[in-house]
């Protein structure tokens, strides 16, 4: 059964000091009152997209535009897909199935989910369907560089081994994952910019990477699991995890860096806002702003003390963080939205 990946490992060791640090402090950013390289354009506005008391918890976001956004999770054996038009939130009719983790599409006409027990689905524009992956392990992530050549990544948390899936069209095929120098069960998300330049990420800090041809291990120099990654080109990759304090992860095109990212706590979620610029999230609503180029993050505030677990920026002036409470049942759901007066970058697909 899906607990949220750093919850139910982490909550006993997060103290009330701790709120009160993620919420205004970051010895990256020293508050020097000068203003050099802090000042933000507009102060972001978080608030709660849509009611979530009864909907379980929510894992995944994606979407194609502004006015067409997924939101996927659920309890865990029963999946939600909430879907917005720009104008309304409404609930999906799915196939029943356990908890659905991630989302990643195409088009407003081609979307694809993952979940527990080895869980996909599919959304032509019209009826999610569900798919045969052959596996029962749970699925953490989906990417694919085109509607024939998809990924998917999982495996069972603290017993193993890790899954890697490939989807051609027409039916999905377990991979071989290439031996690794270290313990671990899971690999936990997926991103790519082509069919021949993918990673994947997980437990212990396992990073793969594909060439088009074969999978193999990269040393990202850290040993804390990493639970997400996204980027804005093949030069320009960041990821995030950590447990007890977040950690920070960033390819060059070259080469991987990480650094711890204390005091925020472990991250979970992550999404370019635009180049060179990452809006970050984990646990107890913790969320800051990630600069690539000069290596500093400034920390904002949310309304929440829960999870944060996805994020997804719509490519004008909002971004979209989920998550909520999965260490017990009933799971309870977050949906918020943060949004600017900015001038975005282009929707990164």
């Known amino acids: 059964m899906l607990q949220n990946y750093h919850s139910h490992r982490l909550a006993r060791t997060i103290c009330v000091a ?4 993620v919420a205004g402090c970051n010895p990256m950013v020293p508050d020097d009152g000068s203003g050099n390289g802090n000042d933000t354009p507009s102060e972001p506005e978080w608030r709660e997209a849509f009611s979530t008391t009864d909907d379980g918890f929510l894992s995944g976001v994606w979407g194609s535009g502004p006015d067409d956004v997924f939101i996927v999770g659920g309890q865990p054996q029963r999946s939600v897909v909430f879907h917005f038009d720009g104008n309304t939130w409404e609930t999906m009719s799915t196939p029943e199935t356990p908890i659905l983790i991630w989302v990643f599409g195409f088009g407003a006409d081609d979307v694809y989910a993952v979940g527990e027990q080895g869980t996909a ?9 569900e798919m045969t992956t052959g596996i029962e392990d749970d699925l953490w992530g989906i990417w694919g560089a085109s509607p024939d050549d998809l990924w998917a990544v999982g495996g069972e948390i603290d017993t193993g081994p890790p899954v890697l899936l490939h989807f051609d069209g027409e039916m999905w095929t377990q991979q071989t994952v290439p031996p690794l120098d270290r313990n671990s069960t899971a690999l936990l998300k997926i991103w790519g910019t082509s069919s021949d330049y993918i990673f994947a990420v997980g437990q212990t800090g396992v990073i793969l990477e594909y060439n088009g041809n074969d999978w193999q291990q990269i040393d990202a120099g850290t040993a804390d699991d990493l639970v997400s990654l996204w980027g804005t080109g093949p030069n320009e990759i960041v990821a995030v995890g950590g447990r007890s304090n977040g950690v920070i992860a960033t390819y060059n095109g070259t080469q991987w860096t ?4 204390a005091p925020l706590p472990g991250l979970n979620g992550m999404f370019p806002l635009k180049e060179g610029e990452y809006l970050i999230g984990g646990l107890i609503g913790s969320a800051a702003v990630y600069n690539v180029n000069t290596d500093e993050y400034e920390t904002e505030t949310t309304p929440t003390a829960r999870t944060i677990h996805a994020i997804w920026h719509d490519g004008a002036n909002t971004t979209y963080a989920v998550g909520g409470r999965s260490s017990e049942t009933p799971y309870t759901g977050l949906a918020l939205t943060r949004k600017t007066t900015d001038e975005a970058a282009k929707l990164i697909p």
Do not use: E
Request: charged share 10%; aromatic share 12%.
């Open 258 to 261: 990480s650094r711890s990212a």
């Open 121 to 129: 689905l599919h959304y032509d524009g019209a009826t999610w369907t």
């Open 18 to 21: 701790l709120l009160a640090c």
